[in-house]
Structure formats: structure tokens, C-alpha cells
């Protein structure tokens, strides 16, 4: 049976190969293609269901994250662990005060020059976890 801190790398390692690819994707998809991601982020902010949907979900993948990966060492799993908290409170937010989010949200949208940012850091993000869950 391996220690306990090795269980701990050993999910720090597949969450990292499990998110990596994930948001390199979104991050390159919301570069590629921004106005693509506008429309579809409009359309997502103007139904409450939707919104209501993304924050269970989001409150799931946060929690799932948070109850089997809460390491708060000063490296690169860290990143995991941050990622994890910001869903599930992104996620509750969302489900808590969803008409809040939708008028938040759709002023954000507006704001042309943070998709990019948003793609580049996604995308940044990714490439961090590809290189620490399959290379480093």
C-alpha cells in the first residue's frame, strides 16, 4: 500500500492529465473562435435554467475536486486545489442567486477584450497541467 502522500500525487497527477487537455481545449476554442463563445455565453446568461444547470454542475466538479484533492502545498497542485474551490463556489453562487450571476455575467460578456484573456489563461492553465500530469 503506497503512503499517503504518494495516493495524494497520484491524484494530483490524474487530475492534472484529466483537466489539462480539458481547458487547453476550451482555452484554443475560445481563441479560435471568440465570437463563437460570445454567442454562446450570451445565450447561456438569458435562461435562468441554464445558469441554474452550469451551477450544479460546476458545484459537483468543485466538490469532487475539493473532497479528493485539498492540497494546499506551495506548488503546482495548488493550482488543482484553487481550481476545485472556485467551481464549487462559483457553483452555489450560481444556484443561490442565479438572476444575480445573469446580470453580472452579461456585463462581462460585453466587455470584448476579456475574451481573449479568458482564452489565453485557460489555455495557460491547460498547458501547465498537460506538462505536470504527462511530462513532468
Request: aromatic share 8%; hydrophobic share 60%.
Amino acid at each position: 500500500m503506497p503512503a499517503k502522500g504518494q495516493d495524494i500525487m497520484a491524484t494530483s497527477i490524474f487530475l492534472a492529465r484529466l483537466l489539462g487537455p480539458l481547458l487547453l481545449a476550451v482555452g484554443a476554442g475560445i481563441l479560435i473562435n471568440p465570437k463563437v463563445f460570445q454567442t454562446m455565453a450570451s445565450e447561456v446568461v438569458r435562461s435562468v435554467t441554464l445558469v441554474y444547470l452550469f451551477g450544479l454542475v460546476d458545484l459537483a466538479a468543485g466538490l469532487a475536486i475539493v473532497l479528493t484533492h485539498n492540497v494546499w502545498a506551495a506548488n503546482w497542485r495548488m493550482l488543482i486545489t484553487l481550481l476545485g474551490w472556485l467551481m464549487l463556489i462559483r457553483g452555489a453562487v450560481r444556484i443561490v442567486a442565479p438572476e444575480t450571476i445573469m446580470g453580472f455575467a452579461a456585463k462581462v460578456i460585453r466587455n470584448k477584450q476579456l475574451i481573449p484573456v479568458s482564452g489565453v489563461v485557460t489555455g495557460v492553465l491547460g498547458l501547465v497541467f498537460c506538462y505536470f500530469g504527462y511530462v513532468g
